[in-house]
């Protein structure tokens, strides 16, 4: 299909089906999409990462471990994850992990509520396995609670309450891809609170409506 399509794909469309060769397990195509992609935009560290899950989810390890290695050889270093909101004409930035808002400790507390709610509700758990998302050591459960796309999130928890009075759509950006534990978390949310979200990251556009997202989990 990607072949045959009137315009020329782009590397979104590659990491996309990479993304699915993911999911399914399907090293074989992975393995051409990944080369595909490392040709196109060999300077590009998020392929490197891609690819390397890939290989990690379905267990071939020497291969996963091999590609980020080269990763690191090449020196190549992933752009900082940052996400965006525009609250009353004010564009709030929050980086991972990012401690610097005034609001940060109302942040941390409403998001913890938030998680313990949707566990209860939706029986969301972090998915440690999509840390791997992200070039840096992520794989603990509290860097994942501090992902951008949450921080940026919970500061308009906090500041319009969680009945968002009025306007019952948060609109968040983000630089990088969502990783699948935001995106669950995210999904979960929006049937908690009945909110919907909509999330524009490196890739697409996410609406995350009544606990489903439109990207029906492919991105
Ligand atoms: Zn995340
Ligand atoms: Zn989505």
Aim: hydrophobic share 40%; charged share 30%; proline share 2%.
């Amino acid at each position: 299909l990607i072949e045959k399509m009137p315009l020329k794909p782009n590397v979104g469309i590659w990491q996309t089906l990479l993304s699915v060769c993911r999911m399914h397990g399907d090293v074989e195509m992975g393995k051409q999409v990944g080369e595909i992609l490392l040709r196109r935009e060999g300077n590009n560290p998020a392929n490197y990462v891609m690819v390397s899950n890939m290989y990690a989810h379905a267990g071939y390890w020497k291969e996963s471990e091999k590609i980020r290695e080269t990763l690191k050889r090449k020196g190549l270093k992933k752009e900082a994850g940052r996400s965006w909101v525009e609250m009353d004409k004010e564009i709030h930035i929050f980086y991972n992990g990012d401690g610097m808002h005034p609001l940060i400790e109302e942040i941390h507390e409403v998001l913890k509520e938030m998680e313990k709610r949707v566990k209860e509700e939706m029986g969301y758990v972090h998915s440690i396995n999509f840390s791997l998302h992200d070039v840096e050591e992520e794989s603990k459960m509290e860097s994942l609670r501090v992902h951008s796309e949450k921080l940026a999130i919970g500061l308009v928890l906090v500041r319009r309450g969680l009945k968002l009075k009025g306007e019952r759509v948060i609109r968040i950006f983000k630089n990088l891809r969502v990783c699948g534990d935001c995106h669950a978390f995210i999904k979960g949310l929006s049937k908690v609170l009945k909110i919907v979200f909509v999330v524009r990251d490196a890739n697409r556009f996410h609406r995350f409506e009544n606990g489903l997202c439109s990207c029906g989990d492919y991105w």
